[in-house]
């Protein structure tokens, strides 16, 4: 993985500090082209990789890479699943079954109906892989060598005990997808002890990572133990604090911890995006 991923909370108008600032994001990419330009100046200082959900309009932006191989041939994509807010909003509109129609590929509706509760707890991992490949459609043809299940369901699993589903994951995606599994989570430590003992070495874990523990379970120690003693590739989001901490100071704070591998971060203007690179660089550079 590189060293810096692009995020794309600014472009859906979710904002830790501010709704104004929300309010205004959501303005600004209201169109296509504007999250393209926002992507294309990040790729302008060296972030190649774009990690982000499965909003109904990231497809648009896939269309867009499609069309053009030669530019973006080595740009990379990282899709997090589910976008639980797409199927709130299609359960709102159109009912569970509705929704089960819509976002379940084939004929395994029927099949879920005649079956019920029988049905979904005996075979809810070829489910969950049927979901996978309908939220992976989107992607066809994009250069997508990590995929990641969002923390919502991560940390539903997590708290459930069903770990089966979380290695279950992980291995098809490598199978299907020929991809790496990553997982977004709130408790690092504990889902890092859970994938271990799934077999998982050296996992993707993308997690909140700050000098103020913000969301981070456990506390920042138990975080900064984790990360000194064992194995994993980390991801760090979230760097700021929800806004807590001066940007260079969070990002001095997260170059100088051991066995983060990358830093994620997003950003809705070019002077932001080029401030944070430097900061990031520069305290790099001094380690």
Do not use: W
Request: net charge positive.
């Amino acid at each position: 993985m590189e060293r810096i991923l692009f995020g794309d909370n600014q472009f859906f108008a979710v904002n830790h500090i501010s709704d104004e600032k929300s309010r205004a994001q959501s303005i600004k990419f209201k169109d296509d082209s504007a999250i393209i330009k926002t992507l294309d100046e990040a790729r302008a200082v060296g972030i190649n990789t774009f990690m982000c959900t499965t909003h109904d309009r990231i497809a648009n932006i896939c269309d867009i890479i499609r069309a053009d191989p030669e530019k973006y041939k080595d740009f990379k994509v990282y899709p997090c699943m589910p976008y639980a807010h797409k199927y709130a909003n299609a359960v709102t509109e159109l009912g569970i079954s509705g929704t089960i129609k819509q976002y379940v590929p084939g004929n395994l509706f029927g099949t879920l109906f005649k079956g019920g509760v029988a049905f979904l707890s005996k075979d809810f991992i070829s489910i969950m892989e049927l979901l996978i490949d309908a939220e992976m459609k989107m992607f066809k043809g994009v250069n997508t060598p990590v995929i990641f299940l969002q923390n919502v369901i991560t940390d539903l699993f997590l708290g459930l005990g069903a770990n089966e589903i979380l290695t279950g994951f992980h291995s098809y995606v490598k199978k299907k997808y020929n991809a790496e599994a990553g997982f977004i989570t709130m408790n690092m430590p504990k889902l890092l002890g859970v994938l271990e003992k799934g077999g998982i070495e050296n996992p993707i874990i993308c997690s909140s990572i700050n000098k103020v523990g913000f969301r981070m379970s456990g506390g920042k120690e138990i975080y900064e133990e984790t990360l000194k003693t064992r194995k994993l590739r980390a991801i760090a989001m979230q760097v700021l604090g929800g806004g807590a901490i001066p940007p260079k100071e969070a990002i001095e704070y997260v170059c100088n911890l051991p066995n983060i591998e990358s830093i994620l971060f997003g950003a809705s203007s070019k002077a932001n995006i080029e401030s944070t690179v430097s900061s990031i660089n520069l305290f790099d550079s001094k380690k």
